[in-house]
Nanobody, 125 residues
Framework: QARVAQSGGGSVPAGGSLRLSCTLS????????ISWFRQPPGQDREGVAV????????YYADSVKGRFTISQDRAGKTEYLQMKRLEPEDTALYYC??????????????????WGQGAQVTVSS
């Protein structure tokens, strides 16, 4: 059974840090890559970051460049989104999703079949 499991999230003051995790299991573990999205309150879902299969290329949204970083643990097929210097604008429900082919658009979420349950990140000013 394919599964995408998330953990992390929480509430922090501006300037703080959080780390989210995303773990793949089941029949998608060997051939899928992980992409990160977020949906701020009252706004559309947007892309955050993605690591192309093999970990050789990582792309970040302009809004998070220099503050968010991705790390991977292939042994457990777990990927971490490390978020530093968080801003109130980062407040959102964060999702990870498993994909096979990247569309080339960081914000395109239409091709993903398997999604994590989401993790709430709240940043106070």
């Amino acid at each position: 059974q394919a599964r995408v499991a998330q953990s992390g999230g929480g509430s922090v003051p501006a300037g703080g840090s959080l780390r989210l995790s995303c773990t793949l299991s089941g029949n998608i573990i060997n051939e899928y890559y992980i992409s990160w999205f977020r949906q701020p309150p009252g706004q559309d879902r947007e892309g955050v970051a993605v690591t192309i299969p093999g970990g050789s290329r990582t792309y970040y949204a302009d809004s998070v460049k220099g503050r968010f970083t991705i790390s991977q643990d292939r042994a457990g097929k777990t990927e971490y989104l490390q978020m530093k210097r968080l801003e109130p604008e980062d407040t959102a429900l964060y999702y990870c999703a498993a994909g096979q082919r990247w569309s080339g658009d960081l914000h395109d979420s239409t091709t993903y079949r398997y999604w994590g349950q989401g993790a709430q990140v709240t940043v106070s000013s």
